[in-house]
């Protein structure tokens, strides 16, 4: 059984791996600064969406769960609830300053721990957990076969596997209608690779059928799931708009055009403000398998 005692320091020992040297250089400086800094609100718009994929997962009381992709504990804790009494959670992430706010969320919470690993390379133990979660953190191996290999040894014989991955940016209102506002006042943006590492890497369900298939799965269920989430008010969806995402990343670079695009992403998103705040549709995968 992993050891997710408190007191245990659990940190990352082993060099960075090759390939994927530049997600780990990635989330260790803006971005995981950035959604170390928003936690709350950056919570508080996909928490629904890890919700159903937790749902999906089924997580009963004395059960050991793998959290991959971490982040800032939210999923991590609440899948701590669902095992409790006798159950463990150990949250996993490549990101020092999102596991640093995980920590001190989970002060006082005695089943659950975290580590600083690469779930695609590390050995931290084999046939440890009953069950692996995750809510958007497996979309950025450089190798997502050898990735899901090396996952399921983490697993019991019939060990189960859920996550949550976005579907294409055309079906993402939340993400799409604040880009498309601003495309016409920036440069025109780099094309991108579907295949390469990123949000929208398992926007495909055949490709990601045929990883799992080619690494150690079986059962694998695909399903669509959608959910109209937000973030805050008007002024908050803006600026939040403004570090996440791919128009925060296209912001990066190019500051000089914040103060354009701010008034016309402000236009956009307008008509989806009401009583709760600015909420637009949001399109997943909760993709579900077996250990073979």
């Known amino acids: 059984m992993p050891d997710v005692s408190p007191q245990r320091e659990i940190t990352m020992t082993d060099a960075a791996p090759p390939a994927n040297a530049a997600q780990i250089d990635y989330w260790n400086a803006k971005a995981?600064?950035?959604?170390?800094?928003?936690?709350?609100?950056?919570?508080?718009?996909?928490?629904?969406?890890?919700?159903?994929?937790?749902?999906?997962?089924?997580?009963?009381?004395?059960?050991?769960?793998?959290?991959?992709?971490?982040?800032?504990?939210?999923?991590?804790?609440?899948?701590?609830t669902e095992v409790?009494?006798?159950?463990?959670?150990?949250?996993?992430?490549?990101?020092?300053?999102?596991?640093?706010?995980?920590?001190?969320?989970?002060?006082?919470?005695?089943n659950v721990a975290f580590r600083d690993a690469d779930a695609q390379t590390d050995d931290f133990g084999r046939n440890g957990f009953d069950a692996v979660f995750s809510r958007f953190g497996v979309m950025f191996f450089a190798d997502p076969t050898a990735a899901f290999a090396n996952i399921a040894t983490k697993l019991v014989e019939g060990g189960r596997l859920t996550f949550v991955c976005w579907r294409p940016l055309a079906e993402n209102d939340?993400?799409?209608?604040?880009l498309e506002a601003a495309l016409p006042l920036l440069p025109p943006l780099p094309p991108s690779d579907p295949l390469a590492p990123g949000p929208f890497a398992f926007a495909n369900p055949d490709r990601v059928h045929a990883i799992?298939?080619?690494?150690?799965?079986?059962?694998?269920?695909?399903?669509?799931?959608?959910?109209?989430?937000?973030?805050?008010d008007l002024a908050a969806t803006v600026d939040m708009?403004?570090?996440?995402?791919?128009?925060?990343?296209?912001?990066?670079e190019n500051p000089d055009r914040v103060a354009p695009v701010a008034e016309a992403v402000r236009k956009a998103l307008a008509s989806y403000d009401g009583p709760d705040g600015v909420k637009l549709p949001a399109a997943v995968w909760i993709v579900q398998a077996m250990r073979a």
């Open 32 to 80: 995981g600064e950035t959604w170390a800094r928003f936690q709350e609100q950056l919570d508080r718009q996909i928490a629904p969406l890890g919700d159903a994929g937790i749902r999906a997962l089924a997580p009963q009381p004395g059960e050991r769960i793998l959290d991959i992709g971490c982040g800032c504990g939210q999923t991590t804790l609440a899948l701590a």
């Open 84 to 110: 409790t009494p006798g159950g463990s959670v150990l949250g996993l992430d490549i990101s020092k300053p999102m596991l640093d706010v995980a920590r001190k969320r989970a002060v006082g919470v005695p």
């Open 174 to 178: 939340w993400m799409r209608v604040p």
């Open 212 to 232: 799992l298939s080619g690494s150690g799965w079986h059962s694998v269920n695909i399903e669509k799931y959608d959910a109209e989430i937000g973030s805050g």
């Open 241 to 252: 708009t403004f570090r996440v995402g791919p128009l925060g990343m296209a912001l990066r």
